[in-house]
């Protein structure tokens, strides 16, 4: 009798819980195709156009830096004219990644907008899975969600020359 009651006590407990587990909802994992999304979004075209702003900003740059460095004895002239270079340089490498981290931004905001919405574990980039089921990539609906939206990349570096005063001084 005891080991009958036993065994139906076991068996109770194991039923109650694969009752849990079947009730138990799994969080999804999406994935998306980020330069995809880019695309399909316009985000690319902005992005571009940004980055040729910002290089004719710098390009405006580098011929006041001739310009001014024409007035400089020739041993100098070279060495500001390297340094004003590197600087350049420099500004269009922070431009590229600030606009590229506007750009991702703007898609981070939209899949977790999206995760929550669908109630999901996470979305990663595809390129982080080693295989995917088609129906788990979501790129297309956040391009969708994104399409239209104009991103805000901030003003154009200002780039300038020091003039003499702050040649003497160091200052910048």
Known sequence: MKRKISTLAIGLAVAALLTG?????TQ???????EKVMQEAGLTEQLKARLKAVDEQ???GLKMAQENGAKLPEEKRRSALLADQQLLNLEWQHAQRQANSVALKAIGEAADKYRQEHQLLA???EQAALAT?????ISEELAKQLKGKTLDFGALPQIGV?????????AK
Do not use: H, Y
């Open 133 to 137: 089921a088609p129906e788990s990539d």
């Open 28 to 34: 999804a994992v999406k994935f998306i195709n980020p």
């Open 58 to 60: 710098l390009q405006q």
């Open 21 to 25: 587990c079947e009730q138990k909802q």
């Open 162 to 170: 020091k003039d003499e005063k702050q040649t003497e001084t160091g």
């Open 123 to 125: 979305i990663l980039p």
